[in-house]
C-alpha cells in the first residue's frame, strides 16, 4: 500500500445491516437436503431385490431341491468338487503352475453331504422315517452310499421333469426318504436358520453354508439368468432389474466374453492375472520407452488448449 492511502476493507462498515441466523440456515438447509436424498433416493436407487431363501427355492421349485440334495450326497455338486477354501476335492483356480487356490488352503472346511443333508436331517427327532433313514444311509459303507445316490441322480434326471414322483423304480435305499424329508424341513423355513447358525458364537451372519447350497442347484442361476446376471451377460457390471451397473467393471467383464477366458476353468485366476499385468503397464507408462511419447507424437492436448495457444502461439520443442 502507498504511503497516505487508506484501505477501505480495514475500516468499519458503514453500509445496511440486517440479523443473520447461522442456526436457522443449517436446520433449512438441512431439512432440503434430507427431503432431495429422500426423493432422488426413491427415483434413482438401485432396486431393493430381496434375498432369495432355501424356503423360497423349496417351495417353487422343489424338483431342483430335491436333485441338488442328491447330488449333495453323491457328492458331484459343485461344492462338492469345488476345493479350498472348502474341501480338498480339487486344486481349484491356476495360472500355469501356479495353484494360487490351493495356496490359501481349506479355511472354511465344508463336508456337503453332511452339513447340507445328514446334519439337518438329524434334527428332526420327531420323524421317526426320516431318523431310520439317515441310520440306515450312515451304517452303509461309502461305496453303497454313492451307488443309492447315483443312482437315484440317474434317475431323477431321466424323469419327466425330474420329478420325483415319476421316477422308475430302482435299489435307491434311503436316499429318496432322506431328500424328501430335506425338502420339508427347508419348506418349513429351518433349514435357513440352520445353515446360518451352524457355527459357534452367539451372534450368527455367516451365510456361506446356505449359499453354496443354493449356488448348487437350477434355482438361483435361473433367477441370474432372468435378472441378466450371468456370466455371458456382463452380469458382473450389471445390477437386477433395469438399472445400470457399474461400468468401471467392463474392463473385467469384457474378458470373460472371449476366448480363452470364455471357456477356460480357470477363468478367474487368468483374468485376474492379466488385469494385475495391465494395471503394472498403467503404473509404468512413464518409464515405458515409446509409449510415454504417445501424448506428444499425437497432440490431442491442442485441441484442449487450443484458447491458450492462439493467444500465447504454440508450445516450442
Do not use: C
Request: zero cysteines.
Amino acid at each position: 500500500m502507498t504511503a497516505g492511502r487508506v484501505d477501505p476493507a480495514a475500516g468499519d462498515w458503514r453500509g445496511p445491516r440486517r440479523p443473520y441466523d447461522l442456526v436457522k440456515e443449517f436446520i433449512v438447509a438441512l431439512v432440503v437436503v434430507s427431503l432431495l436424498t429422500v426423493v432422488l433416493a426413491l427415483l434413482f436407487s438401485s432396486p431393493n431385490e430381496k434375498g432369495v431363501t432355501l424356503e423360497q427355492w423349496a417351495r417353487k421349485a422343489p424338483n431342483d431341491f430335491i436333485a441338488t440334495t442328491v447330488s449333495e450326497l453323491a457328492g458331484t455338486s459343485t461344492s462338492a468338487g469345488y476345493g479350498p477354501p472348502y474341501n480338498h476335492s480339487s486344486t481349484g483356480q491356476q495360472i500355469g503352475p501356479l495353484h494360487l487356490q490351493k495356496w490359501a488352503g481349506v479355511r472354511i472346511p465344508v463336508d456337503p453331504a453332511r452339513a447340507f443333508v445328514i446334519d439337518p436331517l438329524r434334527t428332526m427327532t420327531g420323524d421317526a422315517a426320516v431318523q431310520a433313514a439317515v441310520r440306515r444311509y450312515e451304517a452303509a459303507p461309502s461305496a453303497q452310499q454313492d451307488q443309492w445316490a447315483g443312482a437315484y441322480a440317474d434317475a431323477l434326471s431321466k424323469a419327466p421333469g425330474g420329478d420325483p414322483a415319476q421316477v422308475a423304480a430302482g435299489d435307491y435305499g434311503p436316499v429318496p426318504a432322506m431328500a424328501t424329508g430335506l425338502l420339508g424341513l427347508a419348506q418349513s423355513g429351518a433349514l435357513d436358520s440352520q445353515l446360518v447358525n451352524a457355527g459357534t458364537g452367539f451372534y450368527q451372519a455367516d451365510y456361506t453354508k446356505p449359499l453354496l447350497f443354493l449356488a448348487d442347484g437350477g434355482y438361483l442361476a435361473d433367477l441370474a439368468q432372468a435378472q441378466h446376471l450371468s456370466g455371458n451377460q456382463w452380469g458382473m457390471m450389471n445390477e437386477t432389474g433395469n438399472f445400470p451397473g457399474q461400468p468401471w467393471l467392463w474392463l473385467y467383464t469384457f474378458w470373460y466374453q472371449v476366448r480363452p477366458f470364455s471357456t477356460s476353468t480357470n477363468a478367474d485366476a487368468l483374468v485376474w492375472g492379466l488385469m494385475m499385468l495391465l494395471s503394472l503397464a498403467l503404473v509404468l507408462v512413464p518409464f515405458i520407452p515409446g509409449v510415454r511419447s504417445i501424448p506428444r507424437l499425437l497432440p490431442l492436448y491442442r485441441l484442449v488448449w487450443r484458447s491458450y495457444y492462439r493467444e500465447h502461439g504454440a508450445p516450442r520443442r
